[in-house]
């Protein structure tokens, strides 16, 4: 059964920064894909940042220049690096994983930016 968990988030105050980590678990096969969304309450679910398995990677406008995604392949874990966090960045962040045909979701963490 393929799982996936997540851990890193929490509470900062504006400018700060942290570190979302994700690993997969359950599978044989490495991601073709790994990503991180979020969830606002009250607003749809968005893309934040996907890498996919030939290293090309996308971030939403609003977080290019602040947010770092990476990957270690050889541990089946996607990290986000938040830097210069925004109040408009408090979200629930959730990390997705294809592999094969299959799109995999993490549980969520939460990631609040208040002062």
């Known amino acids: 059964q393929v799982q996936l968990v997540e851990s890193g988030g929490g509470l900062v105050q504006p400018g700060g920064s942290l570190r979302l980590s994700c690993a997969v678990s359950?599978?044989?096969?490495?991601?073709?894909?790994m990503g991180w969304h979020r969830q606002a309450p009250g607003k749809q679910r968005e893309l934040v940042a996907t890498?996919?398995?030939?290293?090309?990677?996308t971030y939403a406008n609003s977080v290019k220049g602040r947010f770092t995604i990476s990957k270690n392949n050889a541990k089946n874990t996607v990290y986000l690096q938040m830097n210069s966090l925004k109040p408009e960045d408090t979200a629930v962040y959730y990390c997705n994983a294809h592999i094969w045909a299959m799109e995999y979701w993490g549980q969520g963490t939460q990631v609040t930016v208040s002062s």
């Open positions: 359950g599978s044989s096969f490495s991601p073709s894909a």
């Open positions: 890498v996919i398995s030939g290293g090309s990677i």
